[in-house]
């Protein structure tokens, strides 16, 4: 969004044991560090952020097996569906467009157009911040739910998916159109957070807010998207964190 204040104390680590060591200390002093992944569906507020911002847009190692991708929670999506692609692998093509990271992916089942990401998540690894210890939990035994994968306060730092065998030309193709589809019908190019509400059952939350009549509808430099309703956009840079809240 391009709002907020500043992170007082604030870390961007190398690896995983180094994550692993800041949450432990941050449990032996009794404070509950913020996990930041790509930061696309955060707003931080104005002013002084306090707690202890961990950011893992630095863990970006992968490995393919097969089938199957290894993927630490700071590489971004694009790449994730960039790499897999060049692989000849298939699933996440439609995935194109959506902002942020592996962690934040599997953290929130990102999704759309009818496919959510824990549909290939074949294990997780993540640190229980109550033991500091590095874990790894199957997929099937998360329980996913839509826009949320209940992780019981997990920190996940990695994750493992399988996917499907495919043709990479077609798949290419298959990734430019529905990139192409999304820059039509959504502010790619706007600073923003994506669909700001989940879809309430058997309804569009973006349908909804425009039949509504608030497209357009702005509070300072907050901007309800002409293009999409269920997204804020942050007009020319200029919005504060209680812009956006408060529209």
Not at 111 to 130: C, K, L, M, W, Y
Not at 181 to 206: D, E, I, Y
Request: hydrophobic share 40%; net charge positive; proline share 4%.
């Amino acid at each position: 969004m391009g709002v907020g204040g500043v992170a007082t104390r604030f870390a961007a680590p190398t690896s995983v044991e180094a994550i692993r060591q800041m949450v432990a200390a941050c449990r032996r002093e009794g404070t509950e560090p913020f996990i930041l992944g790509g930061g696309c569906n955060t707003i931080f507020p104005d002013g002084a952020f306090s707690r202890p911002v961990i950011h893992t847009e630095k863990l970006r190692a992968y490995s393919i097996d097969g089938r199957r991708v290894r993927a630490e929670a700071g590489l971004r999506i694009e790449s994730l569906i960039r790499i897999a692609i060049e692989c000849g692998l298939a699933g996440l093509e439609r995935f194109r467009g959506i902002p942020g990271t592996v962690g934040g992916a599997v953290a929130m089942n990102a999704g759309g157009s009818g496919r959510e990401f824990g549909e290939f998540v074949r294990s997780i690894t993540a640190i229980d911040p109550d033991t500091g210890g590095l874990i790894t939990l199957p997929g099937r035994e998360v329980r996913w739910e839509y826009r949320r994968a209940d992780l019981h306060g997990l920190i996940v730092v990695a994750a493992e998916l399988e996917l499907l065998p495919g043709d990479t030309e077609r798949l290419r193709r298959e990734a430019v159109e529905f990139l192409r589809w999304k820059s039509s019908t959504q502010p790619l190019g706007s600073h923003n957070a994506g669909c700001v509400f989940r879809n309430p059952t058997g309804h569009s939350a973006g349908w909804l807010i425009d039949r509504a009549g608030l497209k357009g509808r702005r509070v300072g430099s907050a901007v309800v998207s002409p293009r999409h309703a269920n997204f804020i956009v942050n007009e020319r840079g200029r919005a504060t964190a209680r812009d956006v809240r408060t529209l």
